[in-house]
């Protein structure tokens, strides 16, 4: 295994536009949250820099676009090879700037490197239509065309599966693309862009801004026409904003934002893996995941013994850096999350909720909060309406199903829902009846880069892997021409 210090020499540092690094005179640091040591400083990019890099990525747009398929697909598919090689130093890396378990890291590297496959395997099959119109006069073509220059907005929970996720698609579409990820951990997506050098991609297609001020650099480029497209990944009202500000171009938009999950237990669900499922769908992460379970709406007849197991679990696991043999829950992010935490849970307990192991942060260096069980919370505490992105399991008693159904719903998201139930007929039902773009039923992790992952409500507008994952970076052209 790679040392920490020989990984991040390995790391670049600068920005990179079109197919050169640069390094900026002022700089931004990224810290361990583990232990708030500084790892790297990386470039801090302005205006001008995010101008360059359209510009770049304009310049090559029409090239990129006419390469052929089958380039595009063997470059990913590179990618794709090399990441398994390097599988070791990614997980390392992700665990070193976002906090992550190890193991877990090891989990983003295999999902967040299946994109490259599966978008190498779908950018030689983009396809039309050919017909003939209702009165037999003509004959309709429909065709599909890259959307252009693309700007994509990562967030820093999932360093490497967030970027992925946009740039293969974009790139087996035929777009070109800036990035810009979180601020608190970059690492990850140089990292991934200088194998994206190394696999073939050609200078300029892929062009990446890092950033202390990612509104000042973000404006130029929605408002420049030459953009076509902005994908973004993160919370809601920072989407809510930049959706305003894509409105003056008109820009083709993917919203991949905030949630608030229900996880419905009902009673006559397998407890076993119910509990299973819970911990999957809560502590993943630790707790950081917008497909995070944020409510857990347990039937009243077995919520006590879900309380307790989940709490007997929860008891089990060991706190520390990620990299440490044995850890399952490391830091949050930053001490801000810490605190949120803590506020949520202190809201709980005084509106009545009854608190059954953790609750508080831990002292000491990194920003850690002990994983956290609560149960009985009562309508109206702020833990049911916000997403909680940290490790607190909060237990809702409901008492027949369309009182579930009704918790369920009741909240401004709509990203993904947990069911657990032995009853076909019942699971169906809710497949109707729950608001929300994806659903795991009897199953607590959901993603996989062969589904099309998105939210309904305020959690978003578009879809990512799956087959319709290129259509978001393709633009449909319908072509009449009358019988020869
Ligand atoms: P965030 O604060 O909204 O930031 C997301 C990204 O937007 C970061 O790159 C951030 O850069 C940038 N950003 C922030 N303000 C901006 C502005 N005014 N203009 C342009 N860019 C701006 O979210 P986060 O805290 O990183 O991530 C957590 C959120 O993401 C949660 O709400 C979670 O549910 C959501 N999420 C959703 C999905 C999904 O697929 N639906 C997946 C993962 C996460 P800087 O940090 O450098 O400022």
Known sequence: MISESDLLAKVPTGLFIGGEWRSTEKTIDVTDPATGAVLVSIADASADDATAAL???????????????????NILRKAFDLMQERRDEFALLMTLEMGKPLAEA????????????????EAVRITGRYGVNPEGTGRTIVSQHPVGPCYLITPWNFPLAMATRKIAPALAAGCTVIVKPASLTPLTTLYFVKLLEEAGLPAGVVNVLTTSSSSAVTEPLLTDSRLRKLSFTGSTPVGQKLMQQAATNVLRTSMELGGNAPFVVFDDADLDAAVDGAMAAKFRNIGQACTAANRFIVQESVADEFARRVTERVQGFRIGRGTEEGVTIGPLIDGRAVKKAGELVDDAVSKGATLLTGGSAVDGEGSFFEPTVITD???????????????????VPFSDEADAIRLANDTEYGLVSYVFTKDLARGQ??????????????????????????????????REGGFEGIHEYLSTKYTMTPVA
């Open 55 to 73: 510009d770049a990525a304009v310049a090559v747009q029409d090239e990129w676009a006419a390469t052929a398929p089958r380039t595009r697909s």
């Open 106 to 121: 090891q989990g983003e590297v295999t999902y967040g490197g299946e994109f490259l496959r599966w978008f190498s395997e």
């Open 429 to 462: 039902r809710m497949i109707d009846k729950l608001e929300t773009g994806m659903m795991g039923l009897n199953v607590g992790v959901i993603s996989n880069a062969s589904a099309p992952f998105g939210g309904v409500k305020q959690s978003g507008i578009g």
């Open 377 to 395: 919370v009562k309508t109206g505490s702020q833990i049911l309406r916000e997403e909680i992105f940290g490790p607190v399991l909060a237990i």
